[in-house]
Each structure stands twice: as structure tokens, then as C-alpha cells.
């Protein structure tokens, strides 16, 4: 069974950079026709697509964030990541990776979600 | 922009059948993803590709997708279907992107 994990810290600054990282186990992040995807829900709101990547590197960005995100993969952990620079209140959120199925498919599997609050 | 518009909330009794509507511009012409999420959880697939059902989810929930409107259907409607509902697509059109929808709460009576 395909799982995923957030990993990173809860708490970030104001005009700092938020990193998560998202562990996959029980499959391949290298598996071909997948995508790997980071989504994010501000408390109490609806739920915002930020990225996805393939394992080759290709990505895909919200437009909305493009400037501000970069998202990588590691193919030897099995893992992808998340980077969100110049961060406000505004990116306070619930972030969720998932595995999309090909690049206009659905969101598959899901990990937890980790809340990020950005305070100073 | 695409924008994919939700109504905020339905109501429903058990046993009765909920209608989730998802409203976009010629959203006939993509695939629409549907996805359930309760509280403190992480949203969960119900129904992919305008009418798909992933393993595990009930028949009771059904998708279809034409025109301007795509539709979640759940049938025979239980207390554990009260919940939010979004609608999903992959915006082509001008940027490459997935876009939610608003999302609908659902609440069963």
C-alpha cells in the first residue's frame, strides 16, 4: 500500500523560506505515468494546488505562486520536496503531498497533511 | 483564470439523494475529479475521469460531467457522507494547472 508523509518544521517566519518534504514508501517515486504533487488548505478554506514534478524533474507550478515555489525530487530517497520563499501569513496553511495520476489525472493518494504557520 | 464554482452548501436527508454541482466554462470538455474530505482528514478520491469510482468507493456515488456543469450524485445518502466535496480539473487552456473548486459542504439531516 502506497504512502506518503510531510516532513518539515510547523513554525516558519515571515519573509522566510517554508521546506517540507514528502516520503514515499511502498512504491516508486520513479514509477512512470505518476506525477507528485504538493496542495495546501489556509484554515477553514478550500484546498490550493501548488505543483507537481515528475521523477525526471518536470514540473508543473500554480501560476499564482510560480515566483515564489520550487519543487525537486530525489529519486535515491524516494522523496520530493517543497520550497516556498518570502512567506506571509497568507501561506499559513495545511500542506498535503499526493500522487497524481498523470499530469491532467486525479490525486490518488494523499499523506496526512502538516500544518505550517508562519509567525513570527 | 479557469474557475470552477461550487454551491457552498446541501442538505439532504438519509436515504435521500445529493446532488453536488461543479460549474466551469465548457467543463464538458475535461476530466473532472471529485474528492471527499472530513474534518482532520485528507480529502479522499470518490470519483475520477467525469465518472470513474476508485476501489473501495460505493456505487452510491456517481459522476457526470456535460456542458457547463459537472455533477456528484450520491445515492441512498448515509450520515457518513456528511462531509465537503470539491471538483478537480487540469486547466490546459492557457497555463498548465490543476484547479479546486470551492467546495460543498454537505450535511446530512
Known amino acids: 500500500q502506497l504512502q506518503l508523509q510531510e516532513s518539515g518544521p510547523g513554525l516558519v517566519k515571515p519573509s522566510e523560506t517554508l521546506s517540507l518534504t514528502c516520503t514515499v514508501s511502498?512504491?516508486?517515486?520513479?514509477?512512470?505515468?505518476?506525477?507528485w504533487g504538493w496542495i495546501r488548505q489556509p484554515p477553514g478554506k478550500g484546498l490550493e494546488w501548488i505543483g507537481s514534478i515528475y521523477y525526471s524533474g518536470s514540473t508543473y507550478y500554480n501560476p499564482s505562486l510560480k515566483s515564489r515555489v520550487t519543487i525537486s525530487v530525489d529519486t535515491s530517497k524516494n522523496q520530493f520536496s517543497l520550497k516556498l520563499s518570502s512567506v506571509t501569513a497568507a501561506d499559513t496553511a495545511v500542506y498535503y503531498c499526493?500522487?497524481?495520476?498523470?499530469?491532467?489525472?486525479?490525486?490518488?493518494?494523499w499523506g496526512q497533511g502538516t500544518l505550517v504557520t508562519v509567525s513570527s | 483564470s479557469y474557475v470552477l464554482t461550487q454551491p457552498p452548501s446541501v442538505s439532504v436527508a438519509p436515504g435521500k439523494t445529493a446532488r453536488i454541482t461543479c460549474g466551469g466554462n465548457?467543463?464538458?470538455?475535461?476530466?473532472v475529479h471529485w474528492y471527499q474530505q472530513k474534518p482532520g482528514q485528507a480529502p479522499v478520491l470518490v470519483i475520477y475521469y467525469d465518472s470513474d469510482r476508485p476501489s473501495g468507493i460505493p456505487e452510491r456515488f456517481s459522476g457526470s460531467n456535460s456542458g457547463n456543469t459537472a455533477t456528484l450524485t450520491i445515492s441512498r445518502v448515509e450520515a457518513g457522507d456528511e462531509a465537503d466535496y470539491y471538483c478537480q480539473v487540469w486547466d490546459s487552456s492557457s497555463d498548465h494547472r490543476a484547479v479546486f473548486g470551492t467546495g460543498t459542504k454537505v450535511t446530512v439531516l
Open positions: 499526493a500522487r497524481q495520476i498523470a499530469v491532467a489525472g486525479p490525486c490518488d493518494y
Open positions: 511502498g512504491g516508486s517515486i520513479s514509477s512512470s505515468s505518476y506525477y
Open positions: 465548457n467543463i464538458g470538455s475535461k476530466s
